[in-house]
């Protein structure tokens, strides 16, 4: 199956820092990519849609500045969490869809998280 | 977006014994509904699918089943082993965006 491919796994950081977060997919090409933030023992939260070439889509809720997202190329998405601080403590998930010619493949491939800790 | 719901949270079950987990979502769009397992730590894991055309799928001793009409689908595992002890979570896909529900922890028994 296609591989998406997460940097760093783990990071931890002094509050107040930002933190960058690349998600690539190794072996397609991802017009969308997306974003979740996973609490401990809870579900995937879809944070936004991120559009190779586009502003990201952000879920209800969610700061656009608090985290921003880029996705440059077809194979790679940023997520940027700005200020940190510790309640955004959390394991944040990619994934991508693959885009097979003129129809986008129903499953997604998850990148293998990031854990977050700042202190 | 979608809302999709799960249950049971947390289930336990006796090595051999099946396990069902149920899913319900909001809107009628979603045309697409995958189920993941995920090991604590690791990334989700697709273990089968379902399309909104289609009332069932099996995949050895993994079975969905999915009711368009009442916005609901099941995941079935049958003969279950120590090994299917993860999380699960279902999923709906509305457009481009996946909408998951609040994951299952199962615990086989041996």
């Known amino acids: 199956g296609a591989v998406v491919s997460q940097h760093p796994s783990r990071v931890i950081c002094k509050s107040g820092t930002s933190v960058k977060i690349e998600c690539r997919s190794l072996?397609?090409?991802?017009?969308?990519m997306f974003w979740y933030r996973q609490f401990p023992k809870k579900s995937l939260m879809l944070m936004a849609t991120s559009n190779e070439g586009s502003k990201a889509t952000y879920e209800q809720g969610v700061e656009k500045d608090k985290f921003l997202i880029n996705h440059a190329s077809l194979t790679l998405s940023t997520l940027t969490v700005t200020s940190a601080h510790p309640e955004d403590s959390s394991f944040y998930i990619c994934?991508?869809?693959?885009?097979?010619?003129?129809?986008?493949?129903?499953?997604?491939?998850f990148g293998p998280g990031t854990r977050l800790t700042v202190l | 977006g979608e809302n999709v719901e799960q249950h049971p949270s947390t289930l336990s079950v006796q090595e051999g014994d099946s396990a069902v987990i149920k899913c319900t979502y909001s809107d009628s769009a979603s045309n697409y509904f995958p189920w993941y397992k995920q090991e604590l730590g690791k990334r989700p894991q697709l273990i089968i699918d379902i399309r909104s055309n289609v009332g069932e799928k099996k995949d050895q001793r993994i079975a969905v089943t999915l009711n368009k009409t009442a916005k609901h689908f099941s995941l079935h595992i049958t003969e279950t082993q120590p090994e299917d002890s993860a999380v699960y979570f279902c999923?709906?896909?509305?457009?481009?965006?996946?909408?998951f529900g609040t994951g299952t922890s199962l615990t086989v028994i041996p």
């Open positions: 072996d397609f090409q991802a017009t969308t």
């Open positions: 994934s991508a869809t693959p885009w097979t010619g003129n129809r986008r493949d129903n499953e997604q491939f």
């Open positions: 999923a709906a896909r509305i457009l481009d965006q996946f909408y």
